[in-house]
């Protein structure tokens, strides 16, 4: 088994009123020259979880750490207009909350991150900041939801 000290959580940059399959999600990947699905997991609207990819095999969801990392990724990320939002629904919320929690178990001491968050540090000062963001994935801000080892707290509807 390889070293995992980092989960990535990502979005699909999917509308919230369409609808992207895992079998969609592989074959856009496929087209970019990825070796099929590059997140090992894929959460739908409705909160089910799939495995798109092994644990045990690198990931092709964030260049420069994907060595180390899981990529989870979820269906939405876009609002009706087509910008950045968070648009998981409560089952979406849910699962990713146990999902994180178990790897977390399976991976104690893991960082767990936004994909906008490996975004690099261009003023070094120490924090990625909105203006240094390359994309807006995952559309939520995932250090006020997990800490280091545990989930902090429930998103609020």
């Excluded at 999600?25 to 997991?41: D, S, V």
């Excluded at 269906?75 to 994180?100: F, K, Y």
């Amino acid at each position: 088994m390889r070293k995992i000290d980092l989960i990535v959580i990502h979005c699909s940059a999917t509308r919230e009123d369409r609808s992207l399959t895992p079998d969609d999600l592989e074959t856009m990947h496929r087209r970019r020259g990825f070796n099929g699905t590059g997140y090992h997991y894929y959460i739908r609207k409705d909160g089910t979880v799939h495995l798109t990819r092994p644990i045990d095999r690198i990931g092709a969801h964030a260049r420069g750490f994907n060595a180390q990392s899981i990529g989870i990724c979820y269906e939405g990320g876009l609002n009706c207009r087509g910008c950045p939002a968070d648009t998981r629904t409560p089952a979406q919320w849910s699962s990713l909350w146990q999902l994180v929690n178990l790897l977390l178990e399976k991976f104690p001491g893991c960082r767990v991150c936004g994909h906008r968050d490996l975004s690099p540090d261009r003023n070094g000062n120490g924090e990625i900041e909105p203006e240094e963001w390359i994309k807006a994935c995952p559309c939520f801000e995932v250090k006020d939801e997990f800490s280091g080892t545990r989930v902090t707290k429930k998103k609020s509807n």
